[in-house]
């Protein structure tokens, strides 16, 4: 299918969409600590960027103050090189969704698309066109005269989405749009969003605490804590290559050794243990040498029963097997590790049977496929 | 690096709404209001005779008393009726409720001398309710210029102030509880002192307080149902004023009756009963208050 | 109360008898203005004997009653829409702003809803004697309009707080200025919470009769001050018939909105 040029963002001067630039952006509501601090991120323009983070990390913040709903305490906000600091929200251009659609209850599907473009001035039939091509770029065509009562969660968030992108905006900031649906709605939804993404090419930038949702949408991932970023990159790279133990915990799950403020080379010790350490694995964030922790993800562990059949090479600890979940694609048994018996997680054959509550087994990893990361 | 250190989105256009009103009542409210507090106590002289007088003139604290007398009678009353037919409107379904609702607003909003005149007519001699106690054999019992048939026509247009804030507390007071405490094994009675009674003060003293302040205020009932030998302090404060023309008297007297209305409704305003809820529920007849 | 429980937890006979006595105390007495607004006597006698129509004939021709009805008519829809106009502002004012001084301010915009009518008709008869004010449409509005703004914020506030304010910021999202986001979603969508509001504050003031009746000139009366003048200074029966219409009117005022509300919500 064909997208017509009115479509297309609206600056051809850049490549696609717009770049976002925020320079040491605080924000500070007077209570003890700032809701964001020194927040500086570039999103590049085309960019599907993803703010993620706890509940109160500033993510949604920031996404404000992008917008213009709130006042910049100190700080820029550029589109495009443009300071848009003292600009009020209605002369940035800016589409925006919301978690609860927002539609306006009072006007039809098609007045709703229709409002951004009364606001423009722009001609009648012209109107009339573009609304039409909108909803059926978001497949919801013949809907013009319900009203949002009478649409369903999913259908009204689409109708949003039309309503947002129909003026080109310069940029698509989306507030936690999917969290009012369901797990099916919400796979459904992000699967179109992609996919206009994809066919608009304008830059997105997304709010979720759902860490599988950023993975899965976005091209790049800004993780949120307590007001700063934690670190910037693609899912792969967070996933991959967490610096800090917050970011190696909040996506996806990690067994997670402590090691304090104890010093390492190529080697380190973890109770009665010494573990190799791949220099490539060490975290180059200054927090390590202070202190620091091994994380390693469920599915990279292996379990053996017999503590001679451990790869050589390998980093291994002893472990019991506490309980054993099945997930249908595979299962995850829980464990308590080494002397301590703290708890860790390991990734096995769903079809795998040989183990048994109550085991004591020796989980083993390879060195690179461990990571230390700053705690 | 720009520093922009704006003030949260604007609250001066805020404020500035509401200039109009608060000038509109500033004029045609607080400064009356404030004239007649400056008159009574004697402007340009200070002085607090007229205050002092108003306990040694003989008068005004005998009318105090029976105007207290009668407002905590219509309050006794309105509340022994008003309390049972708020519960019922809790426990029916939503259209009966709507229904009984609509029964106590009408009357609310119905023009004060329609009603005055319909008790008029019933309370006359040889009217109706007279004709019934004839019946009964008590033929002699006059209603009309009575304080008793004030009582009684005050009773029925104030009611629908007791009503009002009592449905919007007991509207708030879950069932459940009242069952859960029958099923303990609490019979009927005690759950309901124990339980829902407790539940309820906050509506019950609103009630009780608007239906006194009003009470002690009201001026058309009694002018037109009561005898000018049983005035209420309604009818001697416009005696003061239009026939006596002592403005200065009549102020002291206003000012008194208006201190002791504030201090109930605020005190009442402690116990979770707003005037404003009061307001609402009258205002919003089209609200499903289901 | 869902209709399953209901049998579970039925209400007393007693409780049902006592709401319908209390019911028909609330409504009987002014249903008794009707049947004698059609009264042939000349008295206020009850039941009426002979019927027929002449009381309503005299409010319709006399002069004095029309007059003061017009007189009603013209103070309630003005200091209606003078209530309404500024307590709509001061409703949309109010929701943006919070701390004590906004509740300062809403109490006292409220407070004429608790002060005892008397006092405050007597302190405004002698400040409007010297602002030349008694007898005079002006007066009457201003007061009229004074009262009636307490019901009017009520009601837009509670129109409001059904209102949800991501709307607006969706709309200044879609490039509408604060004005034309107003104007294009806040108003249509508080439209009925104002418009009720407006309602009950003409309602107020047609009614109003303790400051109407210090107000009051011989050249200038309302309607509850001439149905007073004809039960104290002239016994005139139609006042039976003004009574009959006022309460037919104001019922029907409203009712109508409930009943049309019913329909709009099966659309």
Not at chain 3, 65 to 76: I, Y
Request: charged share 15%.
């Amino acid at each position: 299918m064909t997208i017509s040029s009115t479509l297309a963002p609206a600056d051809p001067a850049t490549k696609q969409g717009t770049q976002i630039q925020l320079t040491d952006v605080t924000k500070d509501y007077g209570l003890a600590i700032p809701a964001v601090e020194n927040i500086s991120l570039t999103i590049e323009p085309g960019e599907f960027m993803t703010l993620l983070g706890p509940s109160g990390s500033g993510k949604t913040t920031t996404l404000n103050l992008i917008a213009g709903f709130e006042t910049l305490t100190t700080g820029t906000i550029s589109l495009n090189g443009a300071d848009v600091g003292n600009l009020p929200p209605h002369k940035r251009n800016l589409g925006m969704l919301f978690q609860n659609y927002a539609l306006f209850p009072h006007m039809t599907v098609a007045q709703n698309v229709a409002y951004p473009l009364r606001e423009r001035k722009i001609a009648k039939d012209e109107i009339a066109r573009r609304v039409a091509e909108v909803l059926e770029l978001v497949q919801l065509p013949g809907r013009d005269d319900n009203y949002p009562s009478q649409l369903s969660g999913g259908q009204q968030q689409r109708v949003a989405l039309a309503r947002a992108i129909v003026f080109n905006p310069k940029a698509l900031l989306l507030d936690e749009p999917l969290g009012a649906l369901d797990r099916n709605l919400r796979g459904a939804l992000q699967a179109e969003i992609r996919r206009i993404h994809r066919e608009v090419g304008s830059t997105f930038v997304f709010v979720t605490h759902d860490q599988e949702e950023a993975m899965n949408l976005s091209d790049r991932i800004a993780l949120f804590n307590n007001g700063h970023i934690e670190q910037v990159g693609s899912p792969e790279e967070l996933y991959r290559a967490p610096e800090t133990l917050f970011t190696a915990k909040f996506l996806g799950d990690s067994n997670v050794f402590d090691l304090g403020d104890a010093s390492f080379d190529s080697r380190v010790g973890w109770e009665e243990q010494s573990w190799s350490i791949d220099p490539a694995t060490v975290s180059s964030h200054p927090g390590v040498l202070s202190r620091s922790a091994v994380v390693v993800r469920p599915e990279d562990v292996g379990i053996v029963q017999d503590r001679a059949s451990v790869p050589a090479g390998a980093n291994s600890i002893s472990a019991t097997v506490r309980d054993l979940e099945y997930m249908g694609s595979h299962r995850i048994a829980l464990l308590a590790l080494g002397r301590s018996g703290q708890a860790g997680r390991a990734r096995i054959d769903a079809l795998d049977s040989t183990l048994a509550l109550g085991d004591e087994v020796t989980a083993w990893w390879k060195p690179e496929r461990q990571r230390i990361v700053a705690a | 690096m720009t520093t922009t250190s704006r003030t949260r989105r604007a609250p001066a256009p805020s404020w500035l709404l509401l200039v109009p009103a608060l000038g509109l009542l500033a004029a045609i409210l607080l400064v009356p209001l404030g004239q007649s507090l400056l008159r009574s106590v004697g402007s340009p002289d200070f002085t607090l005779d007229h205050y002092t007088s108003l306990f040694t003139d003989g008068v005004t604290l005998t009318v105090l008393g029976r105007t207290a007398q009668t407002a905590i009678i219509v309050t006794l009353v309105t509340f022994l009726l008003g309390y049972p037919y708020a519960y019922l409107m809790t426990r029916v379904g939503p259209r009966m409720r709507g229904v009984l609702l609509t029964i106590v607003l009408i009357p609310f909003w119905t023009s004060v001398m329609a009603r005055n005149f319909a008790w008029i007519i019933l309370l006359q001699r040889g009217g109706p309710v007279q004709s019934v106690f004839e019946f009964f054999g008590a033929g002699n019992v006059v209603f009309y210029g009575s304080a008793v048939g004030v009582t009684v026509a005050m009773c029925q247009v104030l009611l629908p102030f007791m009503v009002l804030p009592l449905f919007s507390s007991l509207g708030s007071i879950d069932r459940k509880l009242l069952l859960a405490a029958r099923g303990l094994g609490s019979p009927p009675l005690v759950a309901f002192w124990k339980i829902y009674w407790p539940l309820s003060r906050g509506g019950v003293v609103s009630g009780l307080i608007l239906v006194f302040t009003l009470s002690l205020g009201f001026y058309v009932t009694p002018a037109l149902l009561g005898s000018p030998q049983q005035s209420l302090i309604a009818q001697l404060l416009a005696q003061r004023t239009t026939q006596l023309l002592d403005f200065a008297g009549a102020g002291a007297l206003g000012m008194l009756v208006l201190v002791v209305t504030l201090v109930l409704v605020a005190w009442a305003n402690r116990f979770g009963g707003s005037i404003s809820a009061i307001g609402a529920v009258a205002v919003t007849p089209t609200k499903d208050n289901s | 109360m869902k209709r399953k429980d209901r049998g579970v937890d039925p209400i007393p006979w007693w409780l049902k008898t006592l709401g319908v006595i209390v019911a028909l105390y609330f409504i009987l007495p002014t249903l008794v203005v009707i049947p004698l607004s059609f009264s042939a006597d000349q008295s206020f006698q009850f039941p009426p004997t002979e019927f027929s129509l002449r009381w309503y004939q005299n409010f319709f021709t006399n002069p004095v009653w029309l007059g003061s009805l017009g007189n009603s008519l013209l103070v309630a829809v003005l200091a209606a829409l003078l209530a309404t106009m500024v307590g709509t502002a001061a409703a949309v004012g109010l929701s943006r702003l919070t701390g004590r001084l906004a509740g300062f301010a809403r109490t006292l915009l409220m407070v004429s809803m608790v002060t005892p009518a008397i006092v405050v008709a007597v302190a405004i008869y002698i400040t409007f004697l010297q602002w030349h004010l008694t007898g005079s449409l002006g007066g009457y509005v201003l007061a009229h309009a004074a009262i009636g703004v307490p019901f009017v914020l009520v009601a837009v506030t509670s129109a409001l707080g059904g209102f949800d304010p991501k709307l607006l910021r969706a709309s200044a999202s879609l490039g509408a200025s604060p004005v034309r986001s107003f104007i294009r979603v806040t108003m249509p969508l508080i439209s009925r919470g104002i418009l009720s509001g407006a309602i009950f504050a003409f309602v107020t003031s047609f009614d109003e009769v303790v400051i109407a009746l210090f107000l009051r000139s011989p050249t200038f009366q309302t309607l509850p001050v001439q149905m007073y003048n004809s039960v104290t200074f002239e016994l005139d029966p139609t006042i039976s018939a003004s009574s009959s219409l006022v309460v037919v009117v104001v019922t029907a005022i409203f009712l109508v909105p409930q009943l049309l509300g019913n329909r709009k919500k099966t659309r």
